[in-house]
Nanobody
Framework: QVQLVESGGGLLQAGGSLRLSCAAS????????MGWFRQAPGKEREFVAA????????NYADSVKGRFTISRDNAKNTVYLQMNSLEPEDTAVYYC????????????????????WGQGTQVTVSS
């Protein structure tokens, strides 16, 4: 069992930066691939970024490539999402997720493969 707690959300202006954190409980954090997803009002939840269990591989949605960076610190049981050049379209609740999954694009971008989810943190970007 893994429990995930996100933090770092907030309200900021377009062009700003924010770093989200997701702290995981348990001793098996380093065995899980981790993903970030987001859900904007009235929209379905969508994939943002993922990182392999070792941190050696990453995958990003086209909409955030070049602006967001996912990273992890297995010693701290934490995964991060550094978000730069934020746009109003990035406004959403951001969720982190963990899964014992094969790190292929088809799998890591699909929320159904992730077994554990956090409660989400709100990010609001004003224009």
């Amino acid at each position: 069992q893994v429990q995930l707690v996100e933090s770092g959300g907030g309200l900021l202006q377009a062009g700003g930066s924010l770093r989200l954190s997701c702290a995981a409980s348990g001793r098996t954090f380093s065995s899980y691939a981790m993903g970030w997803f987001r859900q904007a009002p009235g929209k379905e939840r969508e994939f943002v970024a993922a990182i392999s269990n070792s941190g050696g591989r990453t995958n990003y949605a086209d909409s955030v490539k070049g602006r967001f960076t996912i990273s992890r610190d297995n010693a701290k049981n934490t995964v991060y999402l550094q978000m730069n050049s934020l746009e109003p379209e990035d406004t959403a609740v951001y969720y982190c997720a963990a899964g014992s999954i094969s790190f292929t694009s088809v799998v890591v971008t699909a929320e159904r493969w992730y077994a554990y989810w956090g409660q989400g943190t709100q990010v609001t970007v004003s224009s």
